[in-house]
Antibody, heavy 114, light 107 residues
Framework: EVQLQQSGPEVGRPGSSVKISCKASGYTFTDYVMNWVKQSPGQGLEWIGWIDPEYGSTDYAEKFKKKATLTADTSSNTAYIQLSSLTSEDTATYFC???????WGQGASVTVSS | DIQMTQSPASLSASLEEIVTITCKASQGIDDYLSWYQQKPGKSPQLLIYDATSLADGVPSRFSGSRSGTQYSLKISRPQVDDSGIYYCLQSYSTPNTFGAGTKLELK
């Protein structure tokens, strides 16, 4: 069974960074890209970007190019998203989702608060 | 960027109706279109991929179709458990873009 297990809720101060993990199991991690999706409170879904774990190549939506950094560790089958220079606009739930988004993590909430 | 215009924003339907949700792409997307259902506090679940293919484990009352650049999700004889928010997603080109969502209430 394909599973994506995300790390727990994060609270970050304005201007700081947070890093969320997504541990994959039940499939070959390097066979599929990993997407990341943002959902602000009460809002819709927004694609952030993807990473190819095998090659480390990435593609980002323009608005997230200076906000998010996607990485992957093939030794632990874990994808990461780091969010930098946090503002209140970054308060949201962040999902990882495999390739064509047939499997999703449970989501990780990020709250930006001083 | 490809825009996905989803409608309606919300609808209330009875269990005897056929529910239809549409997404119109701003350009051709070669059927790289998927549909998701999201319930409160949960992650989205894949229903339909490649415009018309039913995802594993999804009931056959869900179906997808296309007419030109307009894509539709149909739910025949919806069940109470089908309440939630439905999103379309185009993955033809990056940035991948979602529709704004349709909130479905069953009465």
């Amino acid at each position: 069974e394909v599973q994506l297990q995300q790390s727990g809720p994060e609270v970050g101060r304005p201007g700081s960074s947070v890093k969320i993990s997504c541990k994959a199991s039940g499939y070959t991690f390097t066979d599929y890209v990993m997407n990341w999706v943002k959902q602000s409170p009460g809002q819709g879904l927004e694609w952030i970007g993807w990473i190819d774990p095998e090659y480390g190549s990435t593609d980002y939506a323009e608005k997230f190019k200076k906000k998010a950094t996607l990485t992957a560790d093939t030794s632990s089958n874990t994808a990461y998203i780091q969010l930098s220079s946090l503002t209140s606009e970054d308060t949201a739930t962040y999902f990882c989702a495999r390739a064509l988004m047939d499997a999703w993590g449970q989501g990780a909430s990020v709250t930006v608060s001083s | 960027d490809i825009q996905m215009t989803q409608s309606p924003a919300s609808l209330s339907a009875s269990l005897e109706e056929i529910v239809t949700i549409t997404c119109k792409a701003s350009q051709g997307i070669d059927d790289y279109l998927s549909w998701y259902q999201q319930k409160p506090g949960k992650s989205p679940q894949l229903l339909i991929y490649d415009a018309t293919s039913l995802a594993d484990g999804v009931p056959s009352r869900f179906s997808g179709s296309r007419s030109g650049t307009q894509y539709s999700l149909k739910i025949s004889r919806p069940q109470v458990d089908d309440s939630g928010i439905y999103y379309c997603l185009q993955s033809y080109s990056t940035p991948n873009t979602f529709g704004a969502g349709t909130k479905l209430e069953l009465k």
